[in-house]
């Protein structure tokens, strides 16, 4: 059963920058694709970047060049380096994971940018 473990969220100013983790356990394979989505209020859930076992990342359009994900499959852990955020980037950050078909999805993180 895989396990997926956000943290780092909170609240900065806008222009600051956040760092989040998501740490996965039950895991049969380190090198699966791993993603974050984030959902903001009243908003459906959207993806935000990926990265493939062999760290290759990309980023969705609206945080190109401020977001980077990067990875450590040796300790099963992705990072999202979010930098110059802005106030519409304020929202619930998910981590997500599929292993054999199966979605796993972590609890989430909350992100906060204050005008």
């Known amino acids: 059963q895989v396990q997926l473990a956000e943290s780092g969220g909170g609240l900065v100013h806008t222009g600051g920058s956040l760092r989040i983790s998501c740490a996965a356990s039950g895991v049969t394979n380190s090198m699966n694709y791993m993603d974050w989505y984030r959902q903001a209020p009243g908003m459906e859930r959207e993806w935000v970047a990926g990265i493939t076992g062999g760290g290759v990342g990309s980023t969705t359009t609206s945080v190109k060049d401020r977001f980077t994900i990067s990875r450590d499959n040796s300790k099963n852990t992705i990072w999202l380096q979010m930098d110059s955020l802005k106030p519409e980037d304020t929202a619930v950050y998910y981590c997500?994971?599929?292993?054999?078909?199966?979605?796993?999805w972590g609890q989430g993180t909350q992100v906060t940018v204050s005008p």
């Open positions: 997500h994971m599929n292993q054999e078909g199966r979605d796993y």
